[in-house]
C-alpha cells in the first residue's frame, strides 16, 4: 500500500475526474456489489462535504459530510472502503477522519449517521449509539445511529 493523504472538498472544489472516481467508487459498491438498485446520485452532492482517502491520487475511502444548519446535527454518509484495500483498517481511519472533521465544522453538534445494521459495532466503537429500530433502506437493514455532542463512547450490550 502506497502512502494515504486525507482530503476534503467541496464538489465544486473537485475535478470531474476527481469527482468521477468518487462516484464511480460509490455506485461499484453501493449499487453494483450490494446488488441495490436505488438512486445514488441523490442531489445531494453539491451541498456535501467529500472525504476522500486517496493513494496515487485515487480514492480508496470515501465518506460524505454534512455540516449541520442553526442547531442541528452533522451527518456523515456514504462510507465506502475500495474492495481491493479492505482489510487495512481504512475504514476505521476514514471515520476518525469523518468524526474529527465534524467536530471542527460544528463545534458541540450531534453527529448523525444511518448505517447498516450489521456495521452497528463498529460505528459504536466510534462513540455512536442506535437511537432507531431497524428498517429497510433499499432493501438493506439500517439503523440511525447519533454521537453526541461530548463524543463518549458507549458500550454496546451484546
Do not use: W
Request: charged share 25%.
Amino acid at each position: 500500500m502506497g502512502s494515504l493523504t486525507v482530503d476534503i472538498a467541496r464538489m465544486d472544489a473537485l475535478t470531474a475526474g476527481e469527482l468521477y472516481d468518487v462516484l464511480k467508487l460509490r455506485v461499484d459498491v453501493f449499487v453494483v456489489e450490494q446488488n441495490c438498485s436505488y438512486p445514488e446520485l441523490d442531489g445531494k452532492d453539491a451541498e456535501a462535504l467529500h472525504l476522500r482517502l486517496l493513494e496515487d491520487g485515487k480514492p480508496v475511502a470515501y465518506g460524505r459530510i454534512f455540516a449541520p444548519g442553526t442547531g442541528r446535527q452533522a451527518r456523515i454518509g456514504r462510507i465506502v472502503v475500495a474492495p481491493s484495500h479492505r482489510g487495512q483498517k481504512l475504514g476505521e481511519r476514514l471515520m476518525g477522519e469523518a468524526v474529527a472533521a465534524c467536530e471542527r465544522l460544528a463545534p458541540g453538534a450531534p453527529i448523525a449517521i444511518s448505517a447498516q445494521a450489521h456495521l452497528e459495532r463498529f460505528y459504536a466503537g466510534f462513540g455512536f449509539e442506535t437511537v432507531s429500530k431497524e428498517y429497510l433502506e433499499d432493501g438493506i437493514p439500517h439503523i440511525d445511529m447519533v454521537r453526541d455532542a461530548a463524543g463518549m463512547q458507549t458500550e454496546v450490550a451484546g
